[in-house]
T-cell receptor, first 113, second 113 residues
């Protein structure tokens, strides 16, 4: 009964080769988030969607893009991955109200060779 | 800008001990605070959400308290077990802004049999 599903669990890409990570949800939540977590560090918010309204964090590099074609799916595109982009990428959802908890997927571990 | 600090960074204890994990945050203008657990290589699992109107929230052997005015939250784990071994992260929910959580780096807990 997984509610936030990320695919794949592990992704290996080459330096500079575009890669797409996917996230789907069965919770019908309005808000979807993408976080980047490097080893032993706190998760860092990249951007979020409220419905189709995209909100980028000020310090998110242009190399990172996102798409949300419908309520259930959200994609993270890395246009030209560098070695520094190797990390765990976490997708989360929320109902959007102030008392709504966030629900996370199991993450995608990205390796850049 | 919200900054979240978790102390200690790491903790190693024998089974059966009662534990205290601390979280402090610089901006007290928050709605709620959420505690998460993260197992190695996995996503985040929500443990407790403390609403701003509450001082405490309990789930099984876990109890979390929140003091907004002093910018502190504490997670108590009673009678620790080896299965509690994980990293514990806290994240205040900001007032406004669709629950864009800012995380601490976490406390890495190891419970030995």
């Amino acid at each position: 009964d997984a509610m936030v599903i990320q695919n794949p669990r592990y992704q290996v890409t080459q330096f500079g080769k575009p890669v797409t990570l996917s996230c789907s949800q069965t919770l019908n939540h309005n808000v979807m988030y993408w976080y980047q977590q490097k080893s032993s560090q706190a998760p860092k918010l990249l951007f979020h969607y409220y419905d189709k309204d995209f909100n980028n964090e000020a310090d998110t590099p242009d190399n990172f893009q996102s798409r949300r074609p419908n309520t259930s799916f959200c994609f993270l595109d890395i246009r030209s991955p560098g070695l520094g982009d190797a990390a765990m990428y976490l997708c989360a959802t929320s109902g959007g109200e102030s008392n709504s908890p966030l629900h996370f997927g199991n993450g995608t571990r990205l390796t850049v060779t | 800008k919200q900054e979240v600090t978790q102390i200690p960074a790491a903790l190693s204890v024998p089974e059966g001990e009662n534990l205290v994990l601390n979280c402090s945050f610089t901006d007290s203008a928050i709605y709620n605070l959420q505690w998460f657990r993260q197992d190695p290589g996995k996503g985040l699992t929500s443990l407790l959400l403390i609403q701003s109107s509450q001082r405490e929230q309990t789930s099984g052997r876990l109890n979390a308290s929140l003091d907004k005015s002093s910018g502190r939250s504490t997670l108590y784990i009673a009678a620790s077990q080896p299965g509690d071994s994980a990293t514990y992260l806290c994240a205040p929910h900001p007032s406004g802004g669709y629950n864009k959580l800012i995380f601490g780096a976490g406390t890495r807990l190891a419970v030995h049999p």
